[in-house]
């Protein structure tokens, strides 16, 4: 599976001192060692200098040094005015045309047959009243009986070309009026009678409705994107100025550039903080090392790097909260290994021995520099890392705390026994013991799923989970668009058996091929794999609407992925998995039709193209399945040919440009997928008809 990366923008990036990136990696790094230097000393840290706003300053205090600082206040005002300027987005709705045309055809057509009636004008003016489906007024309803056949015939044309050519230009709900009014004044400079410029400006009216939807994902985007473009005001002190006098009262700006200096706590020259502080930047430093030659994609990622922080922050603080109970015992139920269980279970196993050793070292120091302390530490952290080396269920973590509790039961009868401890001892230590594993484990359980969420790290956990076919959108997929569900478990299939022979993650790719296409469920009429005894509704749109209700599927899947909480690992799949393909057939079918050129590029998907080898072996699968489907002899040659040509056409278009697979890859690929779709669409044995054939042929 992926990790996320880090990315720049383009142009010429800037030093590395100077880089942004650079900078929330050195805050990070920063605020890590300073935290974790607290807890783990917080025993000798002293008291802060309680000052508030009001009170009097107890002394002249005077910058010791120059800072820069940021003004948050007026950032934040900056920020808020960049946000207010940004226009709202608002996204075209296909549907509100397409009814407002099937309106205007349903309409028209109840008007031809009341008007080619042999009834009276009168009853034929009560039979379209009651009949029609527009609420036109009578004066109108009147005129449409009245006009003669052939401006009858050019109203009708006319009057689906005028909405076509207004609404495809979008309309907003705050915008209705003026379009309404700009309509009439278009009508008035039509050829024809007056009747018929009224008709016309009757029916056009009366189904002109909003089609632009505000889209408030993209609009609260384009803001966030003014905001983060506005600089910090930043504001510089200088060293030796005097922040404020003795006696007089501190002010919240007093309070703001005191914290800047860091002189709202008194210094401390006790050696003991600085062995700790020495201490944690060799393990920080240590850390960093072992990250760059063995797991480099955890360094290069901030939010990875932010999330191992805040695992060995928070470990070290609730140790800190097992200490502060005034019971010798309570020492002994320090879940260290809590952290190297998640370590393990969402980064890397390799990277959870470290953080098991560096945790039960600061653990002891914590608690007053015991050996036996980190003996046991190391030693039940490691077992319960090697019982989450296959994990299929959140419950397989409970197993993982009897592994650390039986781990720690051990050592601490070993350590008893040399002490020469007595048997009540040795017992109360071996049932803290077993408490400690069971409670690590409790404690990682509960944590697993907000920190898959908050981080957006899919463990294999996770993916089991969503690989099961009772989940609520596979369900809703199967029973909705029983075609796509069958193709998505073959995509799943293809793009499983590819991703073992190019070193992807099969499970990934399995489980986001079940959900590459759930976006077909808002139309799945619309797509040949659900057109079971049905009419094509594709047949009755023009090509270039037909290519906008196909490639909607991407967005409705974004959006269904988003309400049922799909993780991202999924959902930048889904994204991707068409890349900006073309649509070619309606493409093809719009140039056929088309006097002037066609722009290519509105036959396209919106990409992104696949950023991983996951996303480009689902987008692989998913063409490779549906058109080894459509071949009426699939032969084994036929089927490689398909395969071959599939996989060229995407790498000449582009396609896998950003997903890291090489030529040899691709090779591999299509081999695996021949051998799995040859198996499926193997050549049967034709059974006799009847059991004397099946005897005379035995």
């Known amino acids: 599976m992926e990790l996320p990366f880090l990315q720049h923008q383009s142009g010429t990036e800037p030093p590395a001192f100077v880089n942004a990136e650079f900078g929330r990696r050195l805050a990070l790094a920063a605020v ?3 935290l974790i230097t607290l807890l783990a000393s917080l025993q000798w840290v002293p008291q802060r200098i309680q000052l508030s706003v009001g009170q009097p300053a107890p002394r002249n205090i005077i910058a010791p040094k120059t800072v820069k600082y940021e003004e948050e206040e007026k950032t934040e005002q900056l920020r808020a005015n960049a946000a207010g300027l940004v226009e709202a987005v608002f996204d075209p709705d296909v549907s509100v045309l397409q009814g407002s045309l099937e309106s205007l055809e349903m309409a028209f057509e109840i008007v031809s047959r009341v008007r080619s009636s042999s009834l009276p004008v009168e009853e034929k003016q009560e039979q379209l009243a009651t009949d029609l489906n527009l609420d036109l007024p009578a004066e109108a309803r009147l005129v449409l009986l009245h006009l003669d056949q052939d401006e009858f015939m050019v109203l009708q044309s006319k009057t689906m070309e005028l909405v076509c050519s207004v609404m495809e230009k979008g309309i907003r709900e705050a915008d ?65 100025t005097v922040i404020v006098r003795e006696g007089d009262p501190v002010t919240p700006e007093h309070l703001e550039m005191l914290k800047a200096l860091g002189l709202l706590q008194q210094r401390t020259h006790w050696t003991a903080v600085l062995g700790v502080a020495l201490v944690v930047a060799f393990l920080m430093a240590l850390t960093i090392a072992y990250l760059r030659f063995l797991t480099p994609e955890v360094l290069k990622s901030y939010k990875l790097l932010l999330l191992m922080a805040l695992i060995t922050i928070g470990t070290l603080a609730l140790g800190r909260i097992f200490l502060l109970i005034p019971v010798d015992v309570a020492v002994k139920f320090f879940p260290v290994a809590a952290g190297p269980l998640l370590v393990a279970i969402l980064l890397d196993s390799r990277l959870a021995v470290l953080t098991a050793a560096e945790l039960a070292l600061l653990a002891a120091i914590m608690a007053g520099s015991e050996l036996s302390f980190v003996i046991e530490a190391v030693a039940g952290s490691l077992a319960g890392i090697l019982a989450v080396q296959k994990v299929s269920q959140r419950s397989d973590l409970t197993r993982a705390g009897l592994f650390v509790g039986g781990a720690n039961l051990c050592v601490a009868w070993a350590l008893g026994l040399i002490a020469g401890a007595k048997p009540l001892a040795l ?27 908050a981080f957006g790290i899919t463990t294999p956990v996770r993916l089991l989970e969503l690989a099961n076919p009772n989940h609520p959108l596979l369900k809703r997929l199967l029973f909705e668009t029983p075609g796509t569900y069958h193709h998505s478990i073959l995509v799943g299939n293809l793009a499983e058996a590819a991703a073992d022979v190019v070193g992807a993650d099969g499970l990934l790719v399995r489980v986001a091929s079940y959900y590459h296409d759930v976006g077909k469920i808002k139309r799945p009429e619309f797509f040949i794999e659900n057109q079971i005894m049905a009419s094509n509704p594709h047949d009755k749109m023009s090509p270039s609407l037909s290519t906008l209700v196909i490639t909607s599927h991407i967005k409705e899947g974004l959006e269904l992925a988003r309400e049922y909480k799909l993780p991202p690992a999924i959902t930048d799949i889904l994204r991707q998995h ?23 590029d509105n036959f396209r998907y919106d990409g992104p193209i696949p950023q991983t080898k996951e996303a480009a072996l689902v987008m692989l699968a998913d063409a490779v399945e549906a058109a080894v489907r459509s071949l009426t002899d699939p032969a084994p040659g036929k089927i490689e040919g398909v395969i071959r040509k599939i996989t060229k056409d995407r790498l000449n278009d582009g396609q896998l440009d950003q997903s890291d697979l090489t030529l040899r890859d691709l090779d591999k690929t299509a081999a695996a997928f021949t051998k799995v779709l040859t198996g499926i669409y193997h050549r049967r044995v034709q059974y006799p008809d009847n059991k004397e054939e099946a005897i005379a042929e035995s």
């Open 427 to 453: 017992m109360v230590d071996g049932i803290a013991g077993i408490l400690n594993g069971l409670l690590a484990a409790v404690l990682a359980i509960g944590l697993l799923p907000f920190v898959e969420t």
């Open 578 to 600: 068409h890349g900006t393909t073309l649509v070619s057939y309606f493409y093809h079918q719009a140039t056929a039709a088309a006097e002037d050129p066609i722009q290519e």
């Open 176 to 240: 209705l009026p003026m379009v309404k009014s700009s309509l009439a004044q278009e009508v008035e400079t039509e050829q024809g009678s007056p009747a018929f410029k009224e008709a016309l400006h009757a029916l056009t009216e009366i189904v002109l409705k909003p089609n632009l939807v505000y889209n408030q994902e993209a609009t609260e985007q384009r803001r966030q994107e003014a905001r983060d473009s506005i600089r910090p005001v930043e504001k510089t002190i200088w060293q030796n």
């Open 32 to 34: 890590t060692f300073l």
